[in-house]
């Protein structure tokens, strides 16, 4: 009898240890894939926070960029965030191009369970103003003159009078409104239209206001007397342009004082006021990424190279002269011959350089020019145009004009449609996302 009392024992005590081992093996399973399942939980959280604050941070970014604060360089490191350690910062490739990377440690860099790094390049179209130049040549009252050999490849219209010197030419339609003017020793090669024309020579057909005048002049095709006078145009370049430029370049904030570059230095600049001259010599190379607005001076001599930033592409740029309290002695731009003026390398890009100087004289221009840079445009809103001898460019408008001995004027088609660049749209968007491992 005790004897089997001692075997039933025997089997109660391994029933019992078999029993809990298996329930020990089970708590320890459970106990186990709950250490591992919190573990995926815990990781699980610091991802999704890491996550959120460098998207939150990059969404700042594009925040800061589309409220027009283009100098925003990121945030400091080890900004805290939520918990979190982030790093943001901002490469600017260009104006309109921008490389965002945004870094979050949970809980801290230094002691770091999770990391997340994310690079985004943002980019900007330009907001841009349509400027259309029909003529190769506008001017108002001041009218034009043409020394010998000056030509202007294109078509002109013109306030005042048109008079030229030896040689000169225009070779396609001349427009001179207002009664009493004339178009004067010209070579035409296309329609002559003035109240009086007079020692030209006309490949087409003359338009004029009576026989009486038509004075020595020979023309090819049909003679129309007794047109009326052609109309008065409104220059290209207007107020509102000006007000939208100025605010444009104001948007990258201002240098107080002279702006100068000279001994083969290069620099880039733009958009940017500038409550002073500008001045670039001697070999220097200025790089444009957004509208200047320059209240003193504009000077450009000795070799400078003036060019717009690729990233304008088929947009024009433009550099603007503009004293705001005293538009006789300020806004004068002197361009100076072996200036080189450049687009952004697209052929639809070109360089405005307006003034609104109110020089009416050769002798005391708004402008003066003598670069030969086929990507320039002058304009001004009433003042005089200097072009020295045997410069070209692409179109001129102004309250009137003068071309000196061989100077040249050869239009650009697409200047009908031209868009100048006003500056960054405040439009930025996300063209590229990706997860950095390192």
């Known amino acids: 009898m005790p004897k089997r009392l001692n075997n039933k024992s025997g089997t109660i005590l391994v029933t019992f240890v078999i029993l809990f081992t298996i329930l020990s093996t089970v708590v320890l399973a459970i106990a186990f894939m709950t ?11 610091y991802k999704a926070i890491a996550e959120s604050a460098a998207e939150a941070s990059i969404d700042k970014a594009i925040w800061e ?14 900004t805290d965030f939520e918990g979190v350690e982030l790093d943001l910062s901002v490469a600017s490739v260009n ?17 770091s369970k999770y990391k997340k790094k994310i ?13 259309a130049f029909h003529y190769g040549v506008q001017v108002g009252g001041l009218g034009i003159t043409m020394s010998n050999n000056s030509k202007v490849i294109g078509n002109v219209y013109s306030g005042g009078t048109v008079t030229g010197g030896n040689g000169a030419e225009i070779t396609g339609d001349a427009f001179v409104s207002g009664s009493g003017n004339k178009l004067s020793s010209i070579k035409i090669g296309h329609d002559g239209h003035a ?25 090819l095709g049909t003679k129309f007397p007794g047109m009326a006078d052609p109309e008065p145009q409104n220059l290209p370049l207007s107020q509102a342009d000006i007000n939208r430029w100025q605010e444009s370049a104001s ?18 600049l733009g958009p940017k006021k500038i409550n002073g001259d500008l001045t670039i010599s001697n070999g220097a190379t200025l790089n444009i990424t957004g509208t200047l607005w320059v209240t003193g001076n504009i000077n450009f001599s000795n070799n400078a190279k003036i060019k717009l930033d690729p990233a ?5 740029g433009v550099i603007l002269a503009d004293n705001l309290n005293n538009k006789i002695s300020y806004g004068k731009v002197n361009v100076s011959n072996n200036v080189t003026i450049a687009g952004s390398g697209d052929p639809k890009s070109f360089v405005m350089i307006a003034s609104t100087n109110t020089g009416t004289t050769a002798a005391n ?21 200097e072009i020295s001898n045997n410069a070209k460019l692409r179109a001129v408008s102004g309250g009137g004009l003068h071309l000196s001995n061989g100077a040249q004027v050869q239009y650009d088609a697409g200047l009908v449609e031209v868009k100048f660049a006003d500056g960054p749209g405040g439009d930025w968007k996300i063209r590229e996302w990706q997860e950095i491992k390192d």
Not at 251 to 268: F, P
Not at 312 to 316: L, T, V
């Open 312 to 316: 304008y592409s088929s947009s024009s």
């Open 95 to 111: 104006a309109n191009l921008k490389i965002l990377t945004a870094t979050a440690y949970v809980p801290s860099k230094a002691s």
């Open 365 to 385: 221009p708004a402008i003066k020019a003598g670069n030969n840079s086929t990507a320039v445009v002058y304009c001004t809103l009433t003042g005089f145009i």
């Open 251 to 268: 948007s990258g904030g201002t240098i107080e004082g002279n702006y100068l570059l000279t001994n083969s230095a290069t620099a880039t």
């Open 65 to 78: 960029f589309q409220r027009g604060n283009h100098t925003y360089s990121g945030e400091t490191t080890n």
């Open 119 to 131: 690079q985004v390049k943002i980019t900007d179209e330009p907001s841009s103003t349509g400027v």
């Open 35 to 45: 250490f591992e399942n919190r573990i995926s939980i815990e990781k699980s959280y």
């Open 195 to 219: 109240h009086t024309i007079q020692d030209c020579n006309i490949n087409h057909d003359a338009f004029y206001f009576s026989s009486a005048t038509l004075i020595s002049s020979t023309v």
